[in-house]
């Protein structure tokens, strides 16, 4: 029998940092390919059509990119917040507070038309980070645990806005559950030559500018730095408090700046189901592209490419819509697990002559003990 | 505040033990995978999928038990995977955890789809009907609220000493608290660390998994897509506002279904005129500030969060 | 081709308690232990020399099961084993008592006793364990109360529970691992007390340690381990003697390090009664580190050294007293402003509190002065200036390591301790700080640290060393101060200090007023 050992790396090929993405997705469509078969479905066809319907016009390809945006928004902002190991798992309340604001700004009618735009960006961009800075001052301060404070902010502001556009925002125009439209001046413009709007450039100069952040500053390094080892980073005399705290506002503001681009650029109003599910995909979008901002620009363009495909995929071969949910499930899974390859190095060893085993707790379970196959080696 | 006192009738903590049912049962899930050291996130989707399987289960097979026991195998599974991703292969249990909760959700989603279409009105099952406990359930006050509710509300209710007995009165709850504390003294004393983290992770799945049913078979008698609505975190919340202790966590699961209770009555009675999502945030808002305090005096099991590789010191 | 082989050769009715032949175990391209015999008889006391790093806690892992050789065998009896968990380890009768108590600080001593409820005969129950333990207690000398919470007790009780956990068992071989490096000399004699009662009763010892002294006076046969080989195995009949035991650890004579006189000049770091909570409060801590002056700090694990070092650190704030640098009172101190006044600091923890293992060692390497030029401006990092400073810090220290881009935790102990000198004295500090700046290194770099403390005393600067290492101390310091709970109970110059006085010291007996 040949056990397989893994030692640690001292440098991670930059190839391997593109490869496992690659192959993460490749394996999360040939696992997924079972529940396509399950559909009835020819799984070629289903994922032809999930894959490529969205090059087959230039109109498809905006609407891809339309879709990407948020998704690369709430990517940068988890990314951010998860190197400085805040895990903020909020960026759908998030977006939603910024959405908010940038929706009551864009109904003021006092306001000149021309500082809507900028001041809907930044109204989102402050919402959501001291939406965010609330579950990061509890963890500083009073060490409550961020996880189950950004979740349940969630639930809080999706009732919180609920009740808003039930009651008071209601729009008294439709009298549907939504807010009132934004004034037409607040419409974020689209971009020359792309016919997109401006958010979605915003969110690619937002990647580059992260990216930019986080590799060239020294806000990023500390950033990093704490994220690794608070420890050590407070022992060379960073502010790691303070630290985690700038780290949750870039994140949240990211994530508001979603909630901007989803009011200024296609909704135009705010409705209680604006984000479904944005925040949660801006977790496996910043763990595809591995915590790196420039790689969150295809991680998101994928999944852009999955959603919308998956409509499309659900009306032509009856496989639910659902399948891409299911994707996004399998990708996180199989990432984090294939993450594991940039750290260590598979290596097969023979093992020495086997003796007999002396007793009956000698024999591992599959699963449990160093029996399974993967035991962790090196130091 | 007379109106108040008239909402606490007998019907009001009857109600309340029936709407801690889920969240007992998915906290001490919880609770056994924290203490073996395993944060286990992926409880809201395993929830879901324990209410998807057990409702499709039952409907098709016309049996509520067998619906309880295919989310149990369910919600085992989804244990079993959880111990893959951050057990053997030692991966962040944060990420894993949001991972099986997306991926459970999407599963979910999928599989009713798949089964049942887009049908005009939502199929649906007779659901569990109260088992008056024989005697006991005539008692006057303790009667209707304890002894006449549904069977899986007096699993869920054995479930605390259960659980509590397996922790500090057996030898295998020895060494789960071990392996959460210190998982290389366990190892030195001849405890498997990923035997003893899996079992805690599929029996704790499997717990979630009914807490998932129950609201999808005896609570509710149809699987809707959001019939779970954020109970899973809460159940992590509780685990801690519990401080690990499954007794402190039973008293806090009663506690926020006594917010929920008491929001339904008063939605119910219109008599406050508050906007009914704000009684609905009301758990959540109280769940923050109860952590809030008692962050202080937290004690999480030492080892949490921290996968255990053999030779790595 | 070893002492060892020959031993176990020597024909005998019955086999050796625990042989191990051939064992081989590599981490990564570190081959720590390399095709070592050794065996052990009923009745033995094994003394296990060796330097750090020499291979001894490897070898014992092998034994217990924590890690897998890569080649070798193991007999128990005489008979073939296969040891591949500390289950089998136990199951056979090896015990293990590791040098960080592997114990649950929040159970009960029973509690600790019975986790994996694995006995000598099948399963082992709550009232065979009480009874076990009591008898334990009478016969060697080791009582303990099974309902006291762990957490609670003394080091030197947690060590009787680590003991007893093996014994309750049915160990018949107990190893133990630098078992005195955390006791006092008195418990250290109550434990020596122990292991000969065991021995007599037909049980066999593996005391692994470097202090010499101990290992001539407590065992029956020495085995001394070097660069994962076994070096020499002699019977301790009295003809082996300390200077020849280092020879035969370190390969060749330990020269001390040369230290020319020198008169202190100014003070340069001085503690006026500052206390300080912490796990172990500072009580009234007054010390002065003078220019061309080494101070070392003396004290039995946790009295309070981890402490002051935290609080000359800068990260540990103190609550009274005050702390000058240069003659000038530092009202707020930070782990920043103790940096600006020039203090570099060498912590205990060379990757958790010293480096971030996870980055490349360059950022590593530039942690502490990121914020400053060269490594950013304006905020904005210069990666080139920061790649440079590594390079020369790796360069002049001779580190080895593949280059600045390599993950910091990939770096050996001994590395790893001359990046972090390099960095800390990088920008030509006053004051040195170093806590146990040679714990788990090898010879080799040892010689080179301790240079680089000589060097800055020359130059006029002076040197906090913290160290348990006693022989560390006493060839470097100039003065020797002792810690014990918290204070600072003796503050001598080296020509005062002999090891048995500062052994009492440490040990808390209080010097009568001359």
Redesign the interface.
Known sequence: MIRVRLERREVTPAWLQVAIPIASVLVTLVLCAALVRAAGADVIEAYRILLLSTFRSGYDVQDTLVKAAPLLFTGLAVLVAFRAKFWNIGAEGQLMAGAVAACFVGERTFLPAVSLVPLMIVSAALFGALWALLPALLKVRLKVDDVVTTLLLNFIMLYGVTALLEGPWRDPKSGYPNAPSVRIEAEFPLVPGLGVHLGVALALAAALLVWWMMSRTTLGFRIRAVGHNPAAAAYAGIGVGRVILTAALVSGALAGLAGAGEVGGVRFQVTSDLSSGYGYAGIVVATLAELNPLGAVPAALFFAIVFNGAGTMARATGVPIYLADVIQGVALVTMVAGRLFATYRPRLVRPLAPAPAPGPEATPSPLAGRGGGVAAEGR | METLVTLLDVGFFAALVRISTPLLLASLGELLSERSGV?N?GIE?IMLFGAMTGFTVAYFSGSLWLGVLAALLAGALAG??M???A??????Q???G??????????S??VY??VFGQPASPPNVVPFRPWPVPVLSDLPVVGPILFNQMPLTYLALLAVPAVAFLLYRT?WG??L??VG??P???????????????QALVIGGAMMALGGAYLSISQFNAFTFGVV??RG??A??LV?FGLWSPWRCAAGALLFAALEALQLRLQANNVLHV?Y??L??LP??M??VA??IV??N?RAP?ALLVPY????? | MSAGRDVAMIPDARPPLVAMRGISKRFGPVQAVADVDLSVAAGDILGLLGENGAGKTSLMNVLFGTYAADAGTIEVDGRPVAIRSSADALAVGIGMVHQHFELVPRHTVLENLLVGRAGPDGRLTRAAALERLARIGCDYHLELDPDRLVGDLAIGEQQRVEIAKSLVRGARILVLDEPTATLTPREAEGLFRALRSMAARGMGVIFISHKLGEVLALTSRIAVMRHGRMAAERANDGSLSKPELARLMCGRDLAPPEKPAMAPGAPLLVLDRVSARGRVPLRDVSLALREGEIVGIAGVSGNGQRELADLVAGILPPASGTIAVAGRAVPDPSPRRMQALGIGRVPEDRLTTGMIGAMPLSESMALPWIDEPPFSHHGVLDRRAIRAFAAAGIARFDIRTSGPDARTGTLSGGNLQKALLARELARGPRILLAAQPTRGIDVGATEFVHAQFLALRRAGGAVLLVSEDLEELFALSDRIAVMYAGRIVADLPIGEASVERVGLLMAGVEERAA
Do not use: C
């Open positions: 944060l996130l989707g079993l995977l111990a893959f991703l057990v053997v292969l030692g991966v962040s944060h990420v894993s949001i991972g099986l909760t997306l991926l459970a959700t999407g599963l989603f999928y789809r798949l030898p020895l060494d608290r071990t504390e210190n290389r003294a366990a190892d030195a004393a001849g405890v498997n660390v990923w035997r003893m983290r899996t609505s954020g975190w809460v992590v919340a801690v906007p999502q704000v609905l945030m959540f808002v769940t923050i952590m809030a962050s202080r937290a030492a590789r053999k030779e790595e010191r």
